[in-house]
């Protein structure tokens, strides 16, 4: 499972219910920052987390594993989640190509760990 494309699924299915870090947690019982590190991909949900999560984002479990396909949504997202530019998609695209050390390059860079 890759753990970046769960904690992807997470935060746009917690930013399109309008729900903040805190107010998922609380329904979860999971600490904001230990919700933070599964939408970053530092850590992962067990099973239990993302059933929960599912009932409360009405998606199906194994949604989480598939990739949000943001050219889909045409750049519009409700309740002000996270909307992506063509610009911003490009760049996703080309982030995704580079190897490994090209990653680390640009994370570093940009402080993301």
Known sequence: MDKLTIGTRIKYERQKLGLTLEELGNQLGVSKQGLSGWEHGRNMPDIIALAEMAKIFNIHIEDFLQPIDFFSLNNKVDNNALVVTDKE?????????????????????????
Not at 89 to 106: G, M, V
């Open 89 to 113: 998609l490009l760049l996703i695209n080309k982030f995704r190509s580079l190897n490994s050390d090209k990653r680390k390059a640009i994370e570093t860079l940009f402080g993301i760990k």
